[in-house]
């Protein structure tokens, strides 16, 4: 039954798709010269670009083979010649996103950053790289109060007050969904990597009776139990608007950290939600998202 | 299991079907395509860099150390980037063999590369790698140096960068530091994942004049670091050859 919903539901968006109008071969503003400089393509400094006038819709294809206004060929499809078309789209690009989250993990909220890189593929509908996010300690007020054993006490307290933070790293898997209508798109990421959180002393309890290392005494306090590293798993949802523009897409998601086997002091799970907001850079938006109407 | 296992692959099945559906649409344009072919030949020049970094404290009360850095780069046509970096700061705690010291300074030194991956009209994405070493001293109460330590230093960004009219420029990216102490302990001194994000400003032609915001959280000497890194810079870069300054640094 779980495998038929999951093919059912991730089916809806084809059958969307197949009921869409076929995309015109009108040029968007995309292929347009760009009025503002371009640096990187450029060794002088560039002068104020004049605004282009607008483009005109293409003139008719020629009846003959290609001109010599176009000297490479544009693959065939099955309907009448395009004009005017030179090269083919590139089948990868880098793409970077930044983002900032909120979490609800721990029965706590906390904040911090978050990041994904990779390659942009098949038109910029799967995504492969890397990610990872991060939950700075220093950052988070949220203290927990750990008891500790009967008969150890920490320079008379037998009560701490700890932090708590951590961070995974892992690869991911994107798929992105155009919504039909709508300049926005819909991703689902999956991720999995590894990762730890943690339980710290801070402030003054971070000055040892001994002055040895804190982290000799919070493995001493706590008999290891102030962390956990291992296997984090997420997934969630986004969504992009779609500017047709590599230059920028803000976005916003929703995640779902589940942290498998987690046993530490402080807390009884560090599974959560969070709520992301950020920015994606690159890809292969822009070209590609002409078909959109 | 099973659920996310038909999940990924009615995912995948999707993403394919929407990509097969816009495959008469994407050849490009004559212009798009000279866009898509990356950035044309740059003159090699040499692009110096000083910039001013304050490092703030965790609940950003105030400057916890601060300190200079010079950057040396050579630019190769296309946009790749070698170079050397130097900074020296005062920072009012140094961690040293996990030991959090006070009122040390911090001097590095690191090579630099920057690779251009792709690029198009005004967004370009760059990996930059540098591998350097670190040399840190504490300064007991009296001004005498009581305990050195020596790491290497390397990090990894992938850096966007976009030009915005004739002036701006924003870069943003993460950066994923590695550092490991070699003395007077062998250990993981700092493994981080940072974000940047920085704005410059072109007033003349070779001239660049860059604002950063860096930060993130760390892990090193077994959760004895600073478990949090931050800075902000700012900074002047100058292409020494008259070529626009407004380069992925």
């Known amino acids: 039954m779980k495998w038929i919903l999951g093919f059912a539901l991730l089916s809806l968006p084809r059958v969307a798709l197949a009921q869409e109008a076929p995309p015109t071969s009108q040029p968007t503003a995309a292929a347009q010269p760009a009025a503002t400089s371009q640096p990187f393509a450029a060794s002088q400094p560039a002068l104020p670009q004049p605004e282009p006038a607008a483009v005109p819709a293409p003139a008719p294809p020629p009846a003959a083979g290609p001109t010599q206004a176009e000297p490479v060929l544009s693959r065939m499809s099955s309907e009448a010649p395009q004009a005017s078309s030179v090269a083919r789209a590139p089948r990868a690009a880098a793409y970077v996103s930044l983002e900032w989250r909120a979490f609800r993990l721990a029965d706590h909220l906390s904040h911090g950053p978050a990041f994904s890189l990779g390659v942009s593929l098949l038109r910029d509908h799967l995504r492969v790289g890397l990610m990872g996010f991060g939950r700075p300690g220093p950052w988070n007020p949220a203290e927990f109060a750990v008891k500790l054993p009967d008969g150890v006490d920490y320079k008379g307290k037998t009560e701490l007050s700890l932090r708590s933070d951590g961070a995974m790293m892992g690869a991911h898997v994107t798929g992105l969904i155009d919504l039909p209508k709508v300049p926005v798109v819909l991703e689902l990421p999956l991720q999995v990597g590894y990762g730890g959180f943690g339980f710290y002393l801070h402030g003054e309890d971070r000055i040892t009776p001994d002055g040895d290392r804190v982290s000799v005494w919070e493995d001493r306090l706590f008999q290891d139990t102030d962390s956990f590293l291992g296997v984090i798993v997420e997934t969630g949802v986004r969504a992009a608007l779609d500017t047709g523009d590599r230059a920028g897409r803000p976005y916003v998601g929703l995640n779902y950290t589940l942290v498998p086997g987690y046993t530490s002091v402080g807390s009884d799970s560090y599974s959560g939600f969070s709520a992301s907001l950020g920015v994606e850079l690159g890809g292969l938006r822009g070209a590609s998202a002409r078909s959109r109407n | ?249």
């Open chain 2, 1 to 249: 299991m099973k659920t996310i296992a038909a999940l990924c692959i009615g995912l995948l099945l999707t993403a394919q079907a929407q990509a097969q559906e816009r495959v008469t649409t994407t050849d490009l344009t004559e212009e798009e395509a000279r866009r898509e072919a990356g950035p044309e030949s740059t003159p090699a020049e040499f692009i110096v860099g000083a910039a001013a970094f304050l490092s703030p404290r965790d609940d950003f009360s105030g400057p916890t150390g601060g300190g200079g850095a010079l950057d040396l780069r050579w630019q190769l046509p296309r946009g790749a980037q070698l170079g050397l970096t130097a900074e020296g700061s005062r920072q009012e705690t140094v961690f040293i063999s996990g030991k959090a010291l006070p009122g040390g300074s911090v001097f590095d030194v690191r090579a630099v590369g920057l690779l251009p991956i792709s690029s198009r009209g005004p967004l370009q994405i760059s990996a930059r790698a540098r591998s350097g070493a670190s040399w840190l001293r504490d300064q007991g109460p009296g001004g005498e140096v009581t305990t050195r330590g020596v790491r290497t230093v390397s990090d990894l960004a992938l850096l966007a960068t976009v030009t915005h009219g004739e002036r701006w420029q924003f870069q943003a990216g993460p950066v994923l530091g590695f550092a490991f102490e070699l003395s007077p302990t062998v250990e993981l001194a700092d493994q981080a994942q940072l974000l940047l994000a920085g704005v410059g400003y072109r007033p003349a032609p070779n001239l660049l004049v860059v604002l950063d915001l860096e930060g993130g959280g760390s892990f090193g000497f077994n959760g004895d670091n600073a478990k949090v890194l931050a800075r902000s810079t700012l900074g002047l870069r100058v292409a020494l050859g008259g070529g626009d300054a407004r380069r992925p640094y």
